[in-house]
């Protein structure tokens, strides 16, 4: 064989393999995370009846968190797993450990904004017991001991125990892809241990305070996120449509709104032992299969490109969805400053569809303009 045939031969074969494409972007996840956003807004703006009524967290059993890390795993191992058919496994984990490095000092500068306005509202405003209230106690009184701990992802305040989760799944991620390769589905049984473990109290994150999320429980439904949008890119479609599944999904989605409904009517149809598995912090079972089911019926039964995506709304929110990260960032700002005006003048009805409205309106306003200037978000690029 001569050196040009081999040289052939050679470029043949990585053409061969390289077959993997960029997907068409679809435009449901861009609207569903933008959703997503706004819905985390209403959830954290204490008091305001759309945090109360209006976001799908409270209609059921789980909330916007458990879809906002299950949609980033899935469109992080689809950009995991194409830049390592083109560039090699190495690239590809160098590139999500960047991004998980980039977003661990996001988690630090938002921790010292947050911090600085929460110890400011105390006697400031003033806020009485507000640092106790939403634990920040010990960046007040020993702050060289809290931004170590902050910074190693041990002090979690409130507001603050979403970010480590991703920091901490995006650095675990290519390890998992990796076995994801070797052994299938196999793979997923680690995630699974260390979420059953915390179930069954076997082992925990060493957080200094069970304020939040439970980083080793959370991770599960990141990678769960993350082996569909692997099958995603490598088989066209990440899960296909079943009458069963579409049944057993809907009736559990219907159990979560009939029980919200009856406690509401009766209290006394509150069943604490479904609470307790749909628990947040430790992302209980039923918190975790409620948040698959919505996640398998949005994806079997909405169509990828509808014309009412294509409405001013549905771009603001796919807006919102394309630059997720720095929406929530300031959604938690306006949420934390609604809860505010919420106590301040709680006689004032008026304030609740005022500031909502207004803080809605910021965030899609926020992301608009953010896609017009052409802002490359920072956890996923265009």
Not at 63 to 68: C, K, T, V, Y
Not at 233 to 251: E, F, I, K, N, Y
């Amino acid at each position: 064989m001569t050196a040009c045939q081999g040289k052939t031969n050679r470029m043949a074969s990585a053409a061969a393999h390289r077959t993997l494409a960029r997907p068409a972007r679809d435009l449901r996840l861009d609207i569903i995370r933008g959703w997503l956003q706004v819905s985390i807004f209403g959830a954290h703006a204490v008091g305001s009846a759309f945090g109360a009524y209006g976001i799908h967290a409270a209609w059921g059993l789980s909330d916007s968190s458990e879809q906002f890390l299950f949609l980033s795993g899935f469109v992080l191992a689809s950009v995991h797993t194409l830049k390592s058919d083109r560039a090699g496994p190495w690239a590809a984990a160098t590139d999500i450990w960047r991004r998980g490095v980039r977003l661990w000092l996001v988690h630090l500068l938002l921790f010292l904004m947050t911090g600085a306005l929460i110890l400011w509202a105390e006697v400031g405003i003033p806020l009485p017991g507000e640092v106790d209230r939403l634990a920040w106690r010990t960046l007040a009184e020993q702050p060289l001991i809290a931004l170590p701990g902050a910074a190693l992802l041990l002090y979690m305040p409130v507001y603050m125990d979403i970010l480590p989760v991703f920091v901490l799944s995006m650095l675990a991620l290519p390890g998992f892809l990796w076995l994801t390769n070797r052994i299938g589905a196999a793979a997923l049984l680690a995630p699974a241990a260390l979420w059953a473990g915390v179930q069954f109290g076997l082992w925990h994150w060493p957080a200094w305070m069970q304020t939040g999320l439970e980083p080793l429980a959370w991770q599960f439904v990141f990678m769960l996120g993350a082996w569909f949008g692997r099958q995603a890119l490598l088989t066209g479609a990440a899960v296909h449509r079943h009458g069963w599944a579409v049944a057993a999904s809907a009736a559990l989605v219907a159990f979560g709104v009939a029980l919200s409904i009856a406690v509401r009517i009766e209290p006394a149809f509150d069943i604490p032992l479904i609470w307790t598995l749909a628990g947040k912090t430790h992302l209980g079972p039923v918190a975790l299969l409620h948040a698959l089911a919505l996640a398998y019926l949005f994806a079997v039964l909405v169509p990828k490109d509808a014309r009412w995506m294509h409405h001013p709304l549905a771009q603001a929110m796919a807006a919102a969805g394309r630059h997720s990260l720095d929406v929530f960032r300031t959604g938690l700002f306006l949420a934390w400053g609604v809860t505010v005006a919420f106590r301040l003048a709680a006689d004032a009805w008026w304030l609740d569809p005022v500031l909502t409205l207004t803080g809605i309106g910021i965030l899609l306003g926020q992301a608009l303009l953010m896609d017009r200037r052409r802002i490359t978000p920072v956890l996923v690029p265009r």
